[in-house]
């Protein structure tokens, strides 16, 4: 089940980054990301790269972290741009039969898969170096709605459960004779239409035992909880880290439009 | 229909975020309007946990097998829940799987989630638009626009970002033929998904009905 493969994003360390707390680290890498987005100059992604390398650097995670993690959505982002090099643009730079490299179209796709690695990248070092639960934490500080947080909590929490429980019931099904003898893909379509209205009746009911077993531990009978955070540590816990990254974002926005326009 | 990072313009994905929080306002003033909000939480959860699951699974369409987009049927199962369960479920479709990304987020959920309550709304309205129907007739009907009517938009509104998002320099004619065969590509998943909501509803509505009531 694809869902379960990458379940250890965060990798526990002592680097200055993991010690960084979470909620400047969300902010300040979140606005590094959309910095990254508006870079429209192809020259600029070097400096984006020294900047997102280093944070890499400095966050201590394993190279094979982002080996691992970068091809599969690097496919997708394959998928859309593969095809730009060979049809857009006029600039030809190699031509074999009606198979034209183009300058432009190669230009585009290396600034888009570029842009891509650089975010995704960043994206690994934010979850990489935090706990699910203090990102979490950090957006109910923010003001993001408990109903929110609660419910990507418990998503979270019963995903991998109910990864384990689908690939229970579809072995089963199999056992059964399901995808062995020759059937009417009418037949196909109803057993996995049972299959997966099955998966959602054992939620529901599912979510009936732990709502109860909530109420019981005083779910809705108080006001959320405050948040653990120090106010005072966090502050004095690495502000530097924060500032690092907000010039580094800034620096990005500042030199694209310095740049002349497109 | 994934929107990796890095593909869309900044003011793009700051503009879907912009959305997203708007809807997000909206659907949660919906969902506080209930005498019991918290009631529904977990069940919300669980429901929206099964649907990230079930995503996985592939629908045989010989010769090949296609998964489906399922926003549509959430819509129908949770009504307002399927926009916080949307958007949770694209939050951990990227962290877990590097689908999409966290700059398209926003834009994503505006994608999948605005289609989803529509689709949601119709379904609810099918007591008073079918009532001249035969009941099943009503939830077969009904059930089949919104799965289809659910993916169909965000078909559409995947058009009109790849047309945003696509280089000027790109040839005219390749851009409408590329288009042109991406429309026509994702044409059977529509109706795959109106049949599949059609098949699931009344499997439903066989075993725990109180599931299409809202």
Redesign the interface.
């Given at each position: 089940?694809?869902?379960s493969?990458?379940?250890d994003?965060y990798i526990p360390g002592q680097s200055a980054v993991h010690r960084w707390a979470a909620r400047p680290k969300l902010l300040s890498l979140?606005a590094l990301?959309?910095?990254?987005?508006?870079v429209?100059h192809l020259g600029l992604l070097p400096w984006v790269f020294g900047v997102v390398g280093s944070l890499y650097l400095w966050s201590q995670l394993p190279l094979t972290y982002v080996w691992r993690?970068?091809p599969?959505?690097g496919l997708?982002?394959v998928a859309?741009?593969g095809?730009?090099p060979w049809?857009?643009?006029?600039t030809i730079l190699w031509q074999w039969s009606i198979l034209a490299l183009?300058l432009?179209?190669l230009q585009?796709a290396a600034l888009?898969?570029?842009?891509?690695?650089?975010?995704?990248t960043t994206?690994f070092v934010l979850?990489g170096t935090t706990p699910?639960l203090s990102l979490l934490e950090a957006m109910r500080s923010l003001g993001i709605?408990t109903?929110?947080t609660?419910?990507?909590?418990?998503?979270?929490r019963?995903?991998f459960d109910?990864?384990n429980q689908?690939a229970t019931m579809r072995q089963a099904m199999q056992l059964r004779g399901y995808g062995h003898s020759r059937q009417t893909?009418q037949r196909?379509?109803?057993w996995?239409?049972?299959?997966?209205?099955s998966?959602?009746?054992?939620?529901?009911e599912?979510?009936?035992r732990?709502?109860s077993a909530?109420r019981l531990r005083g779910?809705?009978q108080h006001p959320p909880r405050a948040m653990t955070t120090d106010a005072g540590a966090e502050r004095d816990s690495l502000a530097w880290p924060t500032i690092l990254t907000l010039v580094a974002a800034a620096s990005v926005v500042i030199w694209e439009l310095s740049l002349p326009s497109l | 229909m994934h929107i990796p990072d890095g593909l869309l313009p900044a003011s793009v994905c700051v503009a879907g975020y912009a959305i997203t929080g708007g809807v997000t306002w909206v659907a949660l003033k919906q969902i506080n309007k209930t005498s019991n909000p918290q009631v529904e939480v977990p069940k919300a959860a669980l429901l929206a946990a099964a649907f990230f699951v079930g995503s996985s699974l592939s629908l045989p369409v010989p010769p090949v097998s296609v998964h489906l987009v399922l926003n549509g049927l959430l819509g129908i199962v949770l009504g307002w829940y399927a926009w916080p369960a949307i958007l949770i479920g694209l939050l951990l479709q990227a962290i877990l799987l590097g689908h999409g990304g966290v700059t398209t987020l926003g834009v994503h959920a505006v994608m999948m989630g605005i289609p989803a309550l529509l689709a949601g709304q119709l379904f609810q309205q099918r007591q008073r638009l079918g009532k001249s129907l035969p009941p099943k007739v009503a939830l077969g009907l009904f059930s089949f626009v919104a799965g289809a009517l659910g993916v169909g938009i965000s078909v559409l509104i995947f058009l009109a970002l790849v047309v945003f998002a696509m280089p000027s320099t790109l040839d005219q004619s390749a851009e409408r033929g590329f288009l042109t065969a991406l429309m026509v590509g994702h044409i059977p998943l529509i109706f795959l998904e109106g049949i599949f909501a059609v098949l699931l509803c009344f499997f439903l509505l066989r075993v725990k009905p109180e599931l299409l009531e809202r």
């Open positions: 089940m694809a869902v493969l990458h379940a994003v979140l990301m959309f910095a990254i987005a508006t429209r993690r970068l599969y959505p997708f982002i859309m741009v095809l730009l049809i857009s643009g006029e183009r432009e179209g585009a888009i898969a570029g842009r891509f690695v650089a975010i995704l994206g979850l699910f709605p109903l929110l609660d419910m990507t909590l418990l998503t979270y019963y995903l109910l990864a689908l893909l196909h379509w109803g996995l239409a049972a299959l997966f209205g998966l959602l009746l054992r939620s529901y599912q979510s009936q732990v709502y909530m779910y809705g | -």
